[in-house]
Nanobody, 123 residues
Framework: QVQLVESGGGLVQVGGSLRLSCAAS????????VGWFRQAPGKEREFLAATSWSSGRTNYADSVKDRFTISRDNAENTVYLQMNSLKPEDTAVYYC????????????????WGQGTQVNVSS
């Protein structure tokens, strides 16, 4: 079992930045891939980025790869999502998730989810 807790969301103006955190605990997180997703009202949950804890490899959605960066702190068992140049369309609930299969885009491949953190980008 893996527990995930997101934090760092909030209200930011257009063009601003936020760093989201995903604190992991439970089973050995070093064998898992951790991903970030978001879900806006009325829309499906969308893949943003993922990182393999063991290999360090990362994967990004094309829509955010120039603005978002995923990273991890092994000592703190925490994965971060640095978000820059935020736009109103980035407004959503942001989730982190974990799986032991690999760097997948699909939500169906992820076994554990956090509760989400709200990000609002105002114009």
């Amino acid at each position: 079992q893996v527990q995930l807790v997101e934090s760092g969301g909030g209200l930011v103006q257009v063009g601003g930045s936020l760093r989201l955190s995903c604190a992991a605990s439970g089973r050995t997180i070093s064998s898992y891939t951790v991903g970030w997703f978001r879900q806006a009202p009325g829309k499906e949950r969308e893949f943003l980025a993922a990182t393999s804890w063991s290999s360090g490899r990362t994967n990004y959605a094309d829509s955010v790869k120039d603005r978002f960066t995923i990273s991890r702190d092994n000592a703190e068992n925490t994965v971060y999502l640095q978000m820059n140049s935020l736009k109103p369309e980035d407004t959503a609930v942001y989730y982190c998730a974990a799986n032991y299969r690999g760097l997948y885009y699909s939500t169906a491949r992820y076994d554990y989810w956090g509760q989400g953190t709200q990000v609002n980008v105002s114009s």
